[in-house]
């Protein structure tokens, strides 16, 4: 899609058919609507009921005017909206942490795709309340591709290819190739490059952590960073009786764990949570303390 600009608001110009050749003009908040009526449409499809009302997420740093349009666009999808609730503030109610009478607080480390939230909640009998939050909207998962691709691009080039002569279908699939070999590396050390799938005048080759960690480890240095800065703001030093809450999917690569436990030595990880899910449990969670106060349950 591409993006023009009407006075002081950016318009999407997105195509409408398959095959390009039409194309519709739509707000951020239309097209908000869009994927806020399709995932209504799926959970429904797969709870087999209609869905009455929702709880919608949204980053600790989200400003009033994003708040807004993200209201609008759930307007516009005609959703029946409970409440907005923080990111963090989910994952904190779903993080399972063991119950404690004094005051604790939770790092929440959120990688995405393409942003990093930061968020420090503190909770205290049973509230969880955002006390602090920062992060960078240009850093996340998509860095990461990149520097997977740099890496595979690099090996073809040693073979004699020149990658910038390939047309858009190749680069595609090189940059899915790049995403699936640094999903491997998250759990395993090596992972396999089957470049002949693309030109089949290719060898395949090996790609190791070692190599993928040191071209992003400049990335997770920033989110450490980001962190000691949020922490320095709140004037929170965090002991072994606080957590550390990973959260978002490029948050299982084993470099960003690592990291944090040498940052934080005597802070806990939490391993008993899915950082891809535990935002939507902990908005589940939310939701239906909500329905049980409406309803006196």
Avoid at 34 to 47: C, H, I, M, N
Avoid at 59 to 74: D, G, K, L, V
Avoid at 143 to 148: L, V
Wanted: charged share 20%.
């Amino acid at each position: 899609f591409t993006v023009m600009q009407y006075g002081s608001n950016p318009l999407f110009v997105v195509p409408s058919d398959i095959n390009g050749n039409n194309y519709q003009i739509s707000s951020a908040e239309v097209l908000d609507s869009y994927f806020l009526k399709f995932l209504v449409t799926e959970a429904e499809r797969a709870l087999q009921y209609q869905i009455k009302a929702v709880v919608i997420t949204v980053p600790a740093f989200f400003q009033e005017s994003q708040i807004y349009t993200t209201m609008q666009a759930a307007n516009y999808a005609g959703l029946n909206v409970l409440a907005m609730f923080h990111e963090p503030s989910a994952a904190a109610l779903a993080s399972n942490l063991p119950p404690v009478m004094e005051k604790r607080h939770i790092l929440v480390y959120d990688l995405g795709g393409g942003t990093f939230d930061l968020a420090l909640v503190e909770t205290e009998n049973a509230s969880y309340d955002v006390i602090g939050s920062d992060g960078d909207a240009f850093l996340g998962g998509s860095d990461f591709d990149m520097e997977m691709c740099r890496i595979l691009v690099d090996n073809i080039s040693s073979q004699g290819i020149d990658v910038s002569q390939w047309n858009r279908r190749k680069i595609s699939k090189l940059q899915e190739m790049a995403e699936t070999a640094k999903i491997v590396l998250s759990t395993q050390e090596m992972a396999n490059v089957d470049i002949s799938l693309i030109d089949d005048a290719l060898k395949d080759f090996i790609v190791s952590r070692k190599q993928f960690n040191d071209a992003i480890q400049p990335y997770i240095q920033r989110t450490l960073d980001i962190c000691h800065r949020l922490l320095a703001q709140t004037r929170i030093t965090l002991n072994k009786g606080d957590a550390i809450l990973l959260v978002g999917g490029s948050s299982y690569i084993p470099l960003v764990r690592a990291s944090l436990e040498h940052a934080f030595p005597e802070v806990p990880i939490e391993n008993n949570v899915n950082p891809a899910e535990i935002v939507a449990q902990g908005a589940a969670w939310y939701c239906l303390d909500l329905y049980c106060s409406q309803h006196k349950i």
